[in-house]
């Protein structure tokens, strides 16, 4: 099934809360290169962080139906709704149906462009298709996260939100007079054929605000809309699953920081793996363990300066910590993110605790080490070159990795449970020092210590296979000594772990398709984590299982259960982290990188095996 991002793939529906919140899954994105906001099929803002997409929420009603604040422009009677990215884009338009008529709202987060413009701009625009539509509009601020209770004030036709460092003006053209009531902006108009009328809301930090006129905003929208266009028409992929594979590159493009090229996992934090459970946890980091999948997926459609950009600065964040890896960075290369918990916010869908940074920022996990050694390889293989430092600075990773391979660690879960020797850490350990050497021939890294690397390789591929391996399941196992699954053995195939063709790892991705699955679905692993609860199906493992199909040969169940997830998108093409193979419902932040990141791979690996 491919996806049409022409137009919405259903009707008309309602739209509808549960005790304030709709479904993970029913959310669009909006982006600028900066910061990502989430947009309801009701008209609502629930989710933006300012100035960045890792700054504090100024709307949050995503964690906090009642003090997180939100933006809404909505009709003012019952309605339904379609909506779609306008082609090419990721600016999203959503349609009103009422009995009264239709309206047409076009949500955007602007790129500046030359001249005096905001930090950030958020533009409504409505557009009267036919009938009179009563419309109304609310602008509620966050007073949760650590900021205050924000001054509001209106000056003519601009109002002001005024939060210490932070600033915003809000200028409606033709939506009403702004009114201050009970600390929310508010304003009510009426639509008719052929009107237009528009919302700008201009942020500011620790700098003027910038009050923009109807021309500035309008002209910027158009070129948001072209830049978009741009460069989602130099993509190149054809195949079966194009459509979906634009979709998941458009929706990478939102996670990419454009002033460090770091790609954040997700826009969002604390969005939970089981509603009312405890894991929740924030991903608006940028993860190494990402770094493979990001590298191949760049540069497979054509993003060149992206991967460019990407390696320089994983290159710089790892500067300080090298030759060792961090698990995670801030999108400013920042290696600090310590975890804390948000009292103030009551969790999506009383989902708690809230989480801001990470915790996993203090772990060891060393398949990270094969990550960036294969992502440095694509790099280079894709024609690139590295400066005699960063060439040091890689061999040098690689012999710690000929050090520390045989240390337990976290694994590529980050559990909370105590270290063990996992398998697929190990796999990678061998993986990073594969790709040393292939580039140590090449000439692209000092290869002075190749012998150790082969040796360290010949101790790792003994130790998994005498005891990582269990004979009465005839799968390698989720770490040495036990007999549990993980889906993350896949990835010994993604990487060509042991060869393209490993006995053992067929007879593992067996296992995985007989014990993991539910449908199309594949849970990361059995046995214990340190956490209680259960979790959905990790949507990047079935994702992991096509390209592991069509790898292996298996191009038909690769090809039919890549068309069962292509239909498990929302409306819009987006996926969340999880999916509760029950119900279907999205769990996890959103959108969530990794998935899109396995999307986009999966499908070219099987559009390549099929040609």
């Known amino acids: 099934m491919e996806l049409d991002i022409e137009s919405s793939p259903v009707g008309p529906r309602a739209v509808r809360r549960l005790d304030g919140f709709v479904a993970i899954g029913e959310y669009a994105a909006i982006g600028d290169g900066r910061t990502v906001a989430l947009v309801a099929p009701d008209g609502t803002i629930d989710w933006l962080c300012l100035p960045d997409l890792d700054s504090p929420p100024v709307f949050a009603a995503l964690l906090d139906a009642d003090r997180g604040g939100r933006f809404v422009v909505a009709p003012d009677v019952k309605f339904s709704v379609t909506r779609r990215y306008l082609p090419l884009t990721n600016v999203l338009e959503t349609t009103f149906h009422t009995d009264r008529g239709t309206v047409r709202v076009t949500d955007a987060l602007t790129v500046p462009r030359g001249g005096l413009f905001p930090m950030r701009e958020l533009v409504r625009v409505v557009d009267g298709v036919d009938g009179e539509v009563p419309m109304r509009w609310l602008i509620d601020p966050c007073v949760a996260l650590g900021r205050t209770r924000p001054g509001l004030r209106v000056r003519g036709d601009v109002a002001i939100v005024d939060a210490r460092a932070d600033a ?13 009531k ?20 201009s942020a500011a930090h620790q700098e003027p605000v910038v009050i923009p006129t109807r021309r500035d905003v309008e002209d910027r929208l158009e070129h948001t809309l072209s830049v978009w266009r741009d460069w989602a028409g130099s993509r190149r992929h054809d195949g079966p699953w194009s459509d979906a594979v634009l979709r998941s590159a458009l929706a990478l493009k939102l996670l990419v920081y454009a ?22 946890w924030d991903y608006r980091f940028c993860w190494v363990r990402d770094a493979a999948f990001i590298m191949n997926a760049l540069l497979q459609l054509g993003c060149a300066p992206e991967a460019t950009t990407f390696f320089w600065w994983l290159m710089h964040a790892s500067q300080l910590t090298q030759p060792r890896l961090q698990v995670l960075y801030r999108l400013n290369g920042d290696p600090s993110a310590p975890e804390h918990v948000v009292t103030s916010f009551s969790g999506y869908r009383g989902s708690r605790p809230v989480r801001i940074g990470n915790g996993a920022v203090d772990q060891v996990q060393l398949d990270v080490y094969g990550d960036l050694m294969h992502a440095a390889w694509l790099y280079a293989n894709a024609g690139h070159d590295f400066d005699t430092e960063i060439g040091h600075r890689l061999a040098n990773t690689a012999t710690l990795v000929s050090r520390i391979w045989h240390e337990p660690d976290a694994g590529i879960w980050e559990v909370r449970s105590q270290p063990e020797h996992f398998t697929q850490s190990k796999m990678m350990c061998w993986v990073a020092l594969d790709r040393a050497i292939r580039l140590a021939e090449r000439g692209h890294i000092p290869g002075g210590h190749i012998p150790r690397w082969r040796s360290a390789m010949d101790d790792i591929r003994r130790f998994v296979d005498d005891h990582c391996w269990s004979y009465s399941h005839n799968t390698y196992t989720r770490y040495a000594g036990s007999d549990e699954l993980d889906a993350s053995l896949l990835l010994g195939v993604l990487f060509e772990y042991g060869g393209r063709q490993s006995p053992r790892m067929q007879s593992t991705v067996d296992a995985i398709r007989r014990e993991l699955t539910a449908g199309p679905f594949v849970r990361r692993y059995t046995g214990d984590d340190g956490l209680g609860g259960r979790e959905g199906a990790f949507v990047a493992c079935s994702l992991w299982l096509v390209e592991a199909l069509a ?5 038909r169940d690769a090809a039919t259960l890549l068309d069962q997830l292509v239909a498990q998108a929302n409306d819009v093409g987006l996926y969340a982290e999880e999916i509760d193979p029950a119900t279907g419902e999205f769990l996890g932040n959103f959108p969530q990188g990794l998935t ?15 040609n």
Do not use: K, Y
């Open 168 to 180: 915003l003006s809000v200028r409606a053209w033709d939506a009403g007079a702004v009114a201050v």
């Open 596 to 610: 899109h990141l396995a999307l986009i791979n999966a499908a070219v690996a099987l559009t390549d095996g099929l």
């Open 182 to 201: 009970s600390g929310t902006l508010t304003g009510r108009f009426e639509t008719g054929p052929g009107s237009r009328s528009m919302l700008a809301l």
């Open 551 to 555: 790898r292996l040969g298996h191009g």
């Open 259 to 280: 002033p460090s090229g770091a790609v954040a996992a997700a826009a969002t934090t604390s969005l939970p793996e089981q509603l009312g459970g405890t894991r929740n």
